[in-house]
């Protein structure tokens, strides 16, 4: 049993507790599993989340309308969202906010300054007023691409969308969720957690599915989804984020190219840069996060280092098998 109150958790893991009537009703008759960080993880519309996130996905989906204009980072959780948040911010505002000692993400942590539809704007049953933003608005979510709002999903707007390979992925996730635990919860296990994981009992898994879903739109629709895997922009993050520029309509001009705008987002955006300022070293998210839970070793490969070779071979078989036939290889 937890010994702190109710009330005094961070929000992160105030759960079935603080959801309203209607949403209590219908997560109780959903599928149940054990949750990583928060107690419960609920399947809905085919993948797991805890109650709260749960709440956020229908209210967005209920109340959120998109603009033609709006672009989305859309990401499987621990796939590089905090790395691609900063990079979208400065590419998109990079006329209004140039990168000098004033750039907003010397003081904010990215996810302040890209906020999450359903874990952010949407959630604890909030409907914010979004009509005074700027255009382009910027959004980010983990929302798969069949529970997407239904505007997202039919008006022009466009998505980023970010994957990691599964070993990476998987990895990181354990490590996050074991940093998001209080110290009276113990740890998870990497053995019951590899085992979940491979289930697809994981947040907003099957992470298989998620990255399949929005592989196959972005091969049908490919000016409407860009999709990006984190190793890429770590082997080639210059044509990259030329790439990314290009598909929302932002291509870097001539003189924005000679002045070395390129290179200078990437290093304002890298992980040495971003997880040695203040702001990510000690600063809390609203939600209860410690910013510096979002930057950890920001390499590819990491997971030789913590995945005996019986389950790296395991999720490859998995991966193998998952995406056979779609052209897909990670
Ligand atoms: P590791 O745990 O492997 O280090 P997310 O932002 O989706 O939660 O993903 C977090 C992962 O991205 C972590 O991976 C983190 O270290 C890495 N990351 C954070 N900022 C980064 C950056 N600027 N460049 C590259 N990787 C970054």
């Known amino acids: 049993m937890l010994s702190q109150t109710r009330t005094s958790l961070p929000m992160y893991l105030q759960q079935e ?4 009537p209607e949403c209590k009703t219908l ?9 990583w960080v928060a107690s419960h993880l609920y399947k809905y519309q085919g993948f797991w989340n805890p109650a709260r ?3 956020g996905i229908m209210i967005c989906q209920k109340n959120f309308v998109a603009r033609d204009s709006d672009v989305f980072l859309v990401t499987t959780p621990k796939s590089g969202t905090t790395w ?3 990079i979208l911010f ?16 010397l003081r904010n942590n990215p996810h302040d300054l890209v906020p999450f539809l359903e874990l952010k704007l949407y959630v604890d049953n909030q409907i914010p007023d979004l009509s005074n933003l700027n255009s382009p608005r ?3 979510t983990h929302i798969p691409f069949f529970s997407l709002p239904k505007s997202v999903q039919d008006s022009s707007c466009k998505l980023v969308y970010l994957c990691r390979n599964p070993k990476d992925t998987f990895v990181s996730l354990w490590q996050f969720s074991n940093k998001l635990r209080l110290q009276e919860m113990g740890s998870n296990s990497l053995g019951e957690t590899f ?3 491979c289930r697809g009992v994981s947040i907003y898994g099957p992470f298989w599915d998620h990255v399949l879903d929005y592989w196959k739109e972005s091969m049908e629709k490919p000016h409407k989804v860009l999709f990006l895997k984190y190793e890429d922009m770590k082997e080639q993050p210059n044509a990259n984020l030329r790439r990314i520029a290009e598909f929302l309509g932002r291509p870097f001009s001539n003189e924005e190219e000679e002045s070395g705008m390129v290179e200078g987002i990437l290093k304002l955006c890298s992980f040495d840069t971003l997880s040695n300022l203040k702001i990510n070293r000690t600063g809390k998210l609203s939600s209860g996060e410690e ?3 979002f930057f950890r070793q920001g390499k590819v490969g990491d997971w030789k280092n913590h995945l005996p070779i019986e389950m790296a071979q395991k999720l490859d078989q998995i991966t193998e098998q998952k995406f056979s036939g779609s052209g897909l290889v990670m």
């Open 195 to 197: 085992d979940m994981f």
């Open 17 to 20: 507790e603080i959801l309203e």
């Open 84 to 86: 691609l948040k900063a």
């Open 53 to 55: 996130h749960l709440q």
């Open 27 to 35: 997560i109780s008759s959903l599928p149940k599993e054990n949750g």
């Open 291 to 293: 910013n510096k839970a």
């Open 138 to 140: 910027l959004f980010a």
């Open 90 to 105: 400065t590419l998109i505002n990079r006329k209004y906010c140039p990168i000098n000692q004033n750039h907003p993400l």
